[in-house]
């Protein structure tokens, strides 16, 4: 007996949303993270000393530290004074305090920040292929005559205009 296309997308859609379960679980986590990454949260303090060539001015040290956050305070014939740390033009050490998220939060943020040459790059795509899957199966859990399927389409429209209402200000 042939399966209608209704209940192949019923099952695929229960199936693929078991499967996803646990990394949408990991993905918010990290993103409810990230979030409030500028607030300190769930991070920890840590002093870095890096070796830098000797005699760099303070402007050259930020952008070679690749600190967000770091802004030269005081800059004299011997040192740089940043809002994190300093740096000897004789010697070249800088040093500077640093926030890193702790584990496992750490590791779960690296997902958001994956690119596509490794292989968490591929299955964070994969993840994003399987809830856009989700959301488009969804259409065929209620035949469209059906009340819940008129209210399912409105809460849908809502989120996508909510959606670009944050585009448009943020």
Known sequence: ????????????????????????????????????????????EKTEVKQ??????GSAVVDMLHQKDMKVVNETATTVTFNNGTYDKTTGNASYKSKTAIFPMNKFMSLHKSKGQNLVGWLVSVYGLCLLFLAISSLWMFKPATKQFKKGMVWCSAGVIITIVLLIFA
């Open 52 to 57: 830098l060539p000797q005699g760099m001015q």
């Open 1 to 44: 007996m042939a399966k209608s296309a209704l209940m192949v997308m019923r099952t695929l859609h229960r199936n693929i949303g078991f499967l996803v379960m646990g990394m949408t679980i990991i993905f918010a986590l990290s993103g409810v993270t990230m979030v409030f990454r500028n607030a300190g949260f769930l991070q920890t």
